[in-house]
């Protein structure tokens, strides 16, 4: 998980993830070309917002917590760049899946 | 239904499905060529999120349990590979029925 | 109404329907030709969901039963094909009234 | 009122309805040229549904009866054939007016 | 106000109004050409539906009344015939504002 | 503030608002040519609806009050003339913000 | 944080932001050409209207005060002027995360 000079509080049901990124070596050590390289679509859970505000004014907590392995959905979420670092807001709504 | 090496446990109303293939031979065991092949529209469950969250943050468990033989949409839902194997998340309410 | 190999349970407000075929001979025993056959949009129900689930999670059930004979709208429905027999899947809000 | 050899029972907050046809003879019996005839946006209704069914699966019953003259939109509503005779399925809500 | 020989009673939050033609001559008393008479999105209620029905059954009764001065959108709003008199079929919450 | 031969009493949530008319002199006395004056986004409410009718048919008054100097929107809004006098009716919601 | 002439009151769930301008020297005092600064989506919340009025009325108050550093979207919110001072107007759910 990325040490980020700064604390990033995501607002309500948003949730900020770190990519997983794809191998660059093979088993035995072999360089893989960036266009081999397939995109992966798992990632970490940096950290979880609030929760979802009902109409009511209810907060809905996340199913998800900060270390969650997450399936992405192939578009949607907000790149952000925190200490150089490429993080992505998704709406809670939007995570596919946990991996576990 | 596929071993796979993750669990995955979709998220809120979704439900993880794996397509059943179409036969690839007759009866008399002769090959059916691919474009013979009728695409089925049937799959299994294989895991089913925890249900739908509702404006007041009640939870509507879906009708559907891991093992149920469904009736797919023609469109819709997001495919996944998980293990090399390729599955598909829908949305609880866009499968059609199941079938017994 | 057609004896299904599979028994189809349709999804949430969703309806099975079999679209009655228009009459192929004249009452003294005259083909009438495919194009001069007028399309009927009515149907019998085959099997019913368990009815529309509200926000709050309550299940309203359908007015439809089966057996029921109906007025299919001009368009929207699903083609499924169950034993090579082809029905429609209706949302229970799209079928426009019931006939007897 | 037409007499239909089928009963029609509109579903939910449907109202079937019969337009009126415009005036073919001039009062003292020249016939109109259908050019001139003016569409009327009147008809009578035949037959009503239960209601709207609101998200918590009340039933709000139409301010319609049968027999009730109405004034039609302009566009809107679903053309069904009963008997060969054109009837035209509304939603409650878009019928304009009541006519007295 | 238009004496009209049928009565039109508006359905649900509709209110029928009559848009007050502008004037077509000067004080004293020269015709005003067509083109120069600016068209007036003034207009006086005629009828008033019952009110908005809500998602829970309940009426919400309009706060216009007949004989209301009111001031009309620039769009919108259903042109209907009565007795050859042009009235205008506006939803509640389309009218912009009442002149005292 | 205009002084108004009609008095215009806004529907539900909407607000009539007169917007503030850009400084057409310098300081100095200098004519400020109409392409360099700065369209002003900032205006004084006349008028005040009695508020948003809310889907139980609750009144939510408006935070706003006669007099108040407000923060328009670039766009949005209808132009009403009165007495001459061009005014706009804007949603409540519309608003962007109260000056002081 | 910028001294105002005038008090802004953001109405509703609005915030008022002022973007944290990029740096325009290195450490060392070199001027960076405008190309190259790096536009910032940081900044500082201004001001925070009453909050969010839901369908009943319930007014939900900013999880934002004056003073917090926070993630901007990069598109969306309304740029307002006040003493030439650039600011920007967005919906509280658009802001996307805090900064601590």
Chains 1, 2, 3, 4, 5, 6, 7 share one sequence.
Do not use: C
């Not at 607002?11 to 900020?16: A, P």
């Not at 660059?24 to 917002?49: D, F, H, M």
């Not at 490429?86 to 946990?98: C, H, N």
């Amino acid at each position: 998980m990325p040490k980020l000079s700064k604390t990033v509080i995501p607002m309500m049901d948003r949730v900020l993830v770190q990519r997983i990124k794809p191998q660059q070596k093979t088993a035995s050590g072999l360089y893989i070309p960036e266009k081999a390289q397939e995109a992966l679509n798992e990632g970490y859970v940096i950290a979880v917002g609030k929760g979802l505000v009902t109409q009511e004014g209810k907060v809905i907590p996340s199913e998800l917590k900060e270390g969650d392995k997450v399936l992405l959905p192939p578009y949607g979420g907000s790149i952000v760049k925190v200490d150089n670092e490429e993080l992505i807001l998704f709406r809670d709504s939007e995570i596919l899946a946990k991996l576990q």
